[in-house]
């Protein structure tokens, strides 16, 4: 054992070492409360985040903490409360992201937590999604704030459904129906030009990619089709703030599909608006025979895109039977494309429904040249073709088919 350690730790030290004991032993407890100050601060690294919180109404509770990523939802940590609903827990945070704190009651909230931050959390835990305060995180308040006016409509609805279900079996429902119905659509529109509104205001904000996204109960608020200039502004904005965060990477990707969506359906629509000549269709039919939809030409054409595995097809071929029924003899035709990869089954299919209008196959599906040039992306899809073969009306309603039938043959 080295001659310091001797001195250090055995009594038997002569008297012209003890200074040097005594001198170490203090230097060694200094080092020990510098360590304990140290750890009492629970100062914050550059890759984690403090979270501490206290639910009122929560006794000794699971506190479970899970990553929202774009295609999943992994458990990150938990932590318990103490009797007086108090927690604290360390995470680590490499980059900004999206989290959520759940209680075992389902009550939950999220978070956009980064790296660095030492965060607050206060609230109800029984009514913890409606009544939670944050500080510590700029984009975490944002989003709080967001659920306070969410709540608010939700709790209108709430209300109105209530008035649904009491009053469904009143002689005077179907002239109250309309009213609610009119009142949810106020409420909904609302929350869509506060959703709108949000987003414009902290168009920087990480918050505003949850909030876009976001439904209002059952149905989704906006889209980049019904909004497409947000979306690309927001998509812009957080790229230039954070181009390699993988939320805003997984939001640009989309947003880069959906710019060249959009480029493809402005070429299509170029030659597939009404008035343009319907593009050229050569399919084989049930006996192997090709049939070109140029051949049907001096007939009024409904071009119809299906399929027999898909319900809402099916139910398209019952509707349209009784309408070829009509027509057919005064020069109204159906050139039906399926899209199936079974022709057994594609056969079975349009004999069980009695669909006895030209039929013709697609195996190549939903990526066939002929679905890219109609731009197919759903079926059914219909495209009402003149006795002069051109382009009169895209999805027309049966109303409308109808309507368009008597007018055009």
């Not at 073709?385 to 009306?393: E, H, N, Q, V, W």
Request: proline letters at 5%; aromatic letters at 12%.
């Amino acid at each position: 054992m080295p001659a310091i350690m001797k001195h250090w730790f055995f009594p038997d030290i002569c008297a012209s070492s003890r200074f040097k004991y005594m001198h170490y032993k203090i230097y060694f407890f200094i080092l020990i409360l510098s360590f304990s100050a140290l750890q009492g601060c629970h100062s914050v690294s550059g890759d984690s985040v403090i979270i501490r919180g206290t639910l009122t109404n929560t006794a000794v509770e699971p506190l479970y903490v899970y990553q929202l990523l774009p295609a999943s939802k992994p458990l990150v940590d938990s932590v318990f409360t103490d009797g007086s609903g108090k927690f604290s827990i360390t995470l680590p945070v490499k980059q900004p992201g999206f989290y959520t704190l759940k209680l075992r009651n389902g009550q939950e909230i999220t978070l956009v937590l980064a790296p660095n931050q030492n965060i607050t959390i206060t609230g109800d835990g029984p009514n913890l999604r409606k009544n939670y305060r944050v500080e510590g995180s700029d984009d975490s308040k944002l989003y709080a704030e967001y659920q306070r006016f969410t709540n608010a409509n939700l709790n209108e609805v709430d209300s109105l459904s209530k008035v649904f279900a009491d009053n469904r079996e009143n002689k005077d429902f179907a002239q109250l129906k309309p009213r609610l119905d009119e009142a949810y659509l106020k409420i909904f529109n609302r929350q869509k030009e506060s959703v709108a509104g949000f987003v414009k205001q902290n168009i920087n904000s990480l918050a505003s990619l949850l909030v876009i996204a976001e439904n209002f109960g059952p149905n989704p608020v906006l889209s980049e089709e019904t909004h497409p200039e947000l979306f690309l502004q927001l998509d812009s904005s957080l790229f230039h703030r954070y181009p390699e965060n993988y939320l805003v990477n997984d939001f640009h990707l989309r947003m880069l599909g959906f710019k060249a969506d959009q480029a493809d359906l402005e070429a299509h629509n170029a030659i597939l608006k009404p008035g343009m000549p319907a593009p050229e269709i050569n399919l084989p039919n049930a006996s192997g025979n090709e049939i070109k939809l140029s051949s049907l030409k001096g007939k009024l054409t409904l071009v119809y895109f299906w399929s027999s595995w898909n319900a809402l097809c099916r139910q398209t071929n019952l509707k349209l039977a009784p309408i070829y029924s009509r027509n057919h003899d005064r020069g109204f035709e159906i050139f039906a494309v399926s899209v199936d990869s079974d022709a057994d089954l594609w056969k079975r299919a349009y004999m069980l429904d009695k669909a006895y209008w030209t039929q013709v196959i697609d195996t190549s599906g939903l990526k066939s040249e002929y679905c890219r040039t109609y731009m197919v992306k759903s079926l059914p899809k219909m495209m009402l073709i003149g006795k002069d073969g051109r382009i009169l009306a895209h999805n027309p309603s049966f109303g409308e088919l109808e309507e368009m039938i008597r007018k055009n043959i």
